[in-house]
């Protein structure tokens, strides 16, 4: 298969749907001006697709869940809005362009998180049910995605994140970090794909383990960038991490090093489907993916 | 019936649940500090009461819905929290403390406004149902709570206030800042008492009514107890519209005029629920409570 393809199909029907959003007209104007400005950002839609893709590979029609899938865009778009803010990492430069509180303020910044996390849940208890879309399964989706982005998941990541800053190097703290600031939606995203199919819990626990491992690998892969990539592609600054101090695998580790213990969690991703037969192959590809990408 | 016995037996109750939620520690610990150091700081819990008292008045059992008035409070407080930023209103005072970011830094307390406002959805998709509380009734809770809450409810309206500081005052102005800021979530509360004890459309409507009344006669007694209340029995700096030029409704008409205004909003109030029954006593007495209180 074209992984190319089919991401850059999937990430066209995931914008054209939070596109579609602004259809209704927010007062005041500005509010809406500020949440499309990062949400219609152009970002690669990473956690919407693997939503799709976890769908799929359990036998379910990824459009039936574009709302459920595009509701995990909302909340990781307000996650960069709120974290490059002053107060918190004072980034300028976001997907290419200046950060949403160089555009709007850092008070509108702020209203604009709040409101694209409130609208995330909003789209999850407002979306269409199906025969096997049930309000129970809405429900438990809607669980796992606060649970992974609230107070026991991303919040407590970049929370502990902060704390580090400037703080002694302890791997416990980094692995921490790592599994709540980005590995705990990545992993909701390809979990709720297979709620939302009606997944048996053995397939769950696949598509868990597989999300575990391809959240790492992109951390680590995202940290290797930090330092290697390049600003105009990345579309935002380099050597952050160093400039801020923070911990990071190949700051702890070196890049040759990190890139392997990379490419091993990707091997154990892709183990982890084994059961799963050619319909995961998007799952498989994304893994891949993850670690041969430039920004 | 005694209001006052009412109110402090549902705020014990409502209370001790906000305090259960923090038997599960956190990670990290500062970040579950910031949190309840807001969120058990001791407030009126109106919005919570209002939902409780609402299910009562349509023959609902208070204490199977305390979760789902617990999640109200979640909301309001991380919206205090982030309405008091130096970004934003830059208060120092609030229910007679320190504002949040005054004690955990900017950062901490824009992280503890998320992790409110994620846990409470958390809450929402994660309370028990009962044979009257279906998934169904569960989901339409959630997006009553959203809409309240986000781009199209309170948010919408903390933007709008925001841009008229400073700016010409302007009627259409305030009210749209006074039915969305405040006065969406006090109707969703009362509403989704309702929904969840299974009120009629007719009953709901009147729910409806009563809500959007005294949501309004609480702003104005709000913006009169700024002009002539005390910062000591109010918890928070008086005055502070006025040094900030916000347009309040007796900077507009005057305090008299107001005054008129808010117990005629009361009166509509009482009158929306003249169909229930002596259930809806509470509902009657908070009504009036509203424009007697002094904090």
Do not use: W
């Amino acid at each position: 298969m074209d992984i190319r393809n089919y991401l850059s199909e999937k990430r066209e029907r995931i914008d054209s749907f939070l596109a579609s959003y602004f259809d209704v007209p927010l007062a005041p104007a500005v509010l809406g001006d500020a949440m499309s400005y990062s949400l219609l950002a152009g970002g690669k839609r990473l956690r919407p697709i693997l939503a799709l893709a976890s769908h799929e590979a359990c036998g379910g029609d990824a459009e039936s869940i574009v709302p459920y899938a595009a509701s995990l865009e909302f909340i990781h778009t307000y996650s960069l809005i709120h974290d490059d803010l002053p107060a918190m990492d004072n980034d300028d430069l976001r997907r290419g362009r200046p950060t949403n509180h160089k555009v709007f303020g850092d008070a509108m910044a702020i209203l604009a998180g709040d409101a694209l996390l409130t609208e995330a849940f909003y789209l999850l208890s407002n979306s269409h049910r199906s025969a096997r879309i049930t309000p129970s399964v809405r429900l438990k989706v809607a669980r796992e995605i606060a649970m992974a982005s609230g107070a026991h998941g991303m919040v407590g990541g970049q929370a502990e994140d902060l704390l580090s800053e400037n703080a002694p190097q302890d791997i416990d703290s980094l692995s921490f970090i790592h599994t709540h600031k980005t590995g705990a939606l990545i992993t909701a995203s390809v979990r709720i794909g297979g709620l939302l199919a009606g997944a048996r819990k053995k397939e769950l626990r696949s598509l868990t383990h597989y999300g575990e491992k391809i959240g790492l690998a992109f951390q680590i892969i995202d940290d290797i960038l930090d330092i290697q990539g390049d600003t105009k592609e990345l579309g935002k600054q380099t050597g952050s991490d160093e400039r801020k101090k923070k911990m990071t695998y190949p700051g702890l580790y070196g890049i040759e090093t990190s890139s392997r213990k990379a490419q091993g969690l990707v091997d154990d991703a892709l183990f982890a489907l084994r059961a799963f037969g050619d319909e995961a192959d998007p799952l498989r590809e994304i893994a891949r993916y993850i670690i041969r990408r430039r920004n």
